[in-house]
């Protein structure tokens, strides 16, 4: 997927996040780096011909900012990647009046699969998930900086928080645990891709979104659930797989 006809495309998302699954976002930076331009996601004040709608939950805000881009640019190509949408019988009606505006949708919600396209989290697609270590810890704790009720972590475990650092440094930890306790989506996400046992925390009904539903619990019953914790099948090159498939969609799309 190096080749790419156009000039540019511009990905918009949290690429000015304070935490690293934000910043892992974006499929540009994976797929088109040479050709690609990072944007911050708010109402475009330029005018764009082919855009990315970066992954996250970014959905209450699309209408805004897709009507800004369209505001400049009526036949700009607009897809939206991997975006984070409210459970499927949630916000129905609002979800297919927001999705039919775009040239193509990707959903990383694998329950609304029947209507829109799944595809993951764009963030499987960077190169810090292709030379992991084994295992060094039974428990591990990747906790989200500021949502989510408080846990007290044993003092032995290490703990870690998805607040702003580098992608190596965030994988290498998650691959690090056998058993991975987080109130992280990202964090159920990437210990999933690398086949860790997974504990969440939700503090959300975005975590009731996931392909492999991880085995959840609350921050004063987590040890309870140890024994029960579910290791998923690695289904990282599957998602890559499904990531670039959609890329091609987009070039399609651009090149049409």
């Not at 595809?119 to 900086?145: K, M, W």
């Not at 504990?199 to 009731?208: S, V």
């Not at 492999?212 to 309870?224: F, G, H, K, L, V």
């Amino acid at each position: 997927m190096s080749c790419f006809s156009l000039s540019e495309a511009s990905t918009l998302y949290h690429c000015e996040a304070d935490n690293i699954g934000d910043l892992m976002c974006g499929p540009g930076q994976y797929l088109w780096p040479e050709f690609n331009r990072d944007l911050p996601f708010v109402p475009v004040r330029e005018r764009l011909d082919n855009i990315i709608i970066g992954g996250g939950q970014l959905f209450s805000k699309l209408n805004l900012v897709l009507s800004s881009i369209y505001e400049l640019n009526p036949s700009a190509k607009v897809i939206a990647w991997g975006v984070g949408l409210p459970p499927a019988g949630s916000h129905d009606k609002r979800v297919r009046e927001v999705t039919q505006n775009f040239a193509l949708f990707g959903t990383r919600n694998y329950d609304r699969r029947e209507q829109l396209s799944f595809v993951p989290c764009a963030s499987c697609l960077s190169p810090t998930f292709d030379n992991v270590g084994q295992p060094q810890h039974e428990v591990i704790f990747y906790l989200h900086r500021r949502k989510g009720q408080p846990i007290a972590a044993p003092k032995s475990a290490p703990v870690l928080t998805n607040a702003r650092r580098s992608p190596q440094e965030v994988v290498d930890f998650i691959a690090s645990g056998d058993t991975i306790v987080t109130s992280s989506y990202h964090g159920v996400y990437w210990a999933q891709l690398l086949g860790r046992r997974v504990i969440c925390l939700p503090y959300n009904n975005k975590f009731e979104t996931f392909q492999y539903q991880p085995t959840m619990a609350e921050p004063d019953n987590w040890r309870s659930k140890l024994a029960a914790s579910r290791r998923s099948p690695p289904f990282l090159e599957e998602y890559r797989a499904i990531n670039h498939a959609f890329a091609k969609q987009a070039l399609d799309i651009w090149s049409g």
